[in-house]
């Protein structure tokens, strides 16, 4: 049994003690004769594990009580088709600032139920997305429903720094790959969902922070199932929610509030890409990320090589030297360092060594 | 570590085997360095699990080649609101049978979207169901976008035994709760969909079985990630899929195969229904249960005592007995009995005699 540095920007990498401990309980869980992937949602003992995680997670994220916190099944991009039935209104327009491939995508399960507004778009002539657009640039809808950004783009490495001001118009952000990796208030958004497989858990689960007040607002005709008040209303068990991503989830929420939350997460994050960020600013160009330097996500780094022979290779050897999913998203090539949460920094520093050693080889 | 017989409606009691197998490899996957939670649905390794347990799948249902399987997020419920957002035509009605509450649900989640016609229901007066509609009494309309069924009610113990004729128009069932427990002819059907959580392995993931013709439809404005098709023309990695559920799935439908496929299920399911259904029979009415013989389900068993007390006393004592999760739903109180195809034969021969020694202390 070998575990690897593993920088998958998602599924990815789990802090080997939430591992162990679900590896300890797979066949029995909390004394209750069974697996907790084999109990009822309704049971006691799970609903029990749910309000803790809940409270957990409330806790490290610092979630104000007038937010309804829901753990929904399914991805993030499930959640971009319910934003706009849920929030629209008829006749209504929902903006969207673009900074990557997954304000696009939004954008995408959007439209086909509500009039979007491309109230700014980085995206270059040539298909590129190098910086978040600048505020002046937002050309906003006057009493638009909502307004969307993507907290940082796990593709193209493009991160907000800071909290847009819209004003009374609702913010609702896309955080699946940037959640928990420094503090932020909660109480700017109207909004958060993040898909936990990245920095919370594992896949499977999605977790939404809304206002509550946003609850009551009519929406557009759709199924039960696709209202977040019915979920909030039940506790998101409406239906048999995956318990046992819950589970997981809620086993890495504890061990991130036992490392010290998110202010240590924010440290550890800002170490583990500035070792990256410094081993490919001190390469002299051979390693390229055209990034705007205060946009730079600190969870994905996108970076490119001098050709695409050298970019294959180091694929190969990176992988042959045991650091794993270093390829990047085949949207822009080149390779993607992904260095969520879980990611230990000594992963950062080997991965920061192969590249000086690849380069002093290859170079 | 003591595991139990675990009755539970679902999520439900899994093969120990599988469990030991997902417990062993927790921490590492099949070399890959990381454990099969920790890598991407794009993977190689991901890429070919996905298809040996999609072909898999295909063997154990004898599905054939012109249908799709897909693997989706969430549950039974998300379907019920994606089929007529898929298959629906503008202005066009689907017909829907009753037999218990989960046909209600289906109703739920479509009428916000497509009229709906209850083509027949079951419900009793004061609320009971204790039959599926004789076909005779249907009132199908012509041209029906679908022909809706739930083959087996999990709450109130009803099962279609035959499938039903619905001619030319598209036959929809949900199988959740009966799914490979007896070999069924998937080309009567246009489209099947099952929750895994009670036989086919682990919850937060469901599987649909489409006829690929009715792919080519329409349906109503929707998101993509909505779209059957769109899942359909990605193999299921449209976004990110619940993949270590699609693993444990996997796991789940292997052991099936190995353990001699749905018709040794159908044995085994015959065997440990009648084991229940004989002690309720044998109690001189102790126990009972109302529905009509030819419709009882042999997946769950709900049965009622003579008092309130008496049923809060079985609860009890059947815990403390080690017989897990046999409280019954709280729709319709009682007791309720899930005799999924994890559950070993000993497992229903433990609760007949637990039955038998109750009824003798308190009879």
Redesign the interface.
Known sequence: ????P?F???????P?SV??Q??AE???WNG????V?????R?KEFIELAAEVEANLRTLLSVPDDYAVLFL??????Q??LLPLNFATPGGTADYIVSGHWGKTAI???R??VKVNIAATSETADGKFLRVPARSEWQLTPNADYVHITANETIHGIEFRDTPDVGDVPLFADFSSNIASEPIDVGKYALIYA?A?KNLG????TVVIVRRDLLERAGL??????NYASHAARDSM????????WY?LGLTVKWMLDEGGVAEFARRSARKSQLVYDAIAQSGGFYRNEVLPEFRSRMNIPFFLPSEELTAQFVVESKAA?L??LKGHKAIGGIRASLYNALPVPAAQALAGFMRDFQNRNG
């Open positions: 049994m070998t575990r690897l593993n998958s920007a998602g599924p990815a990498t789990l080997e591992l162990r679900a590896q797979m066949l029995e209750v004769g069974a697996s992937v084999e109990i009822s949602h049971s099944a399914g991805g993030a991009t499930t971009q088709a995408k399960q959007a086909p139920v898909g497989q594992p896949v499977g689960i005709p759709r199924a039960d199932i696709f409406l239906n048999t929610p995956p318990t046992w991503n997981l045991g794993l999913a």
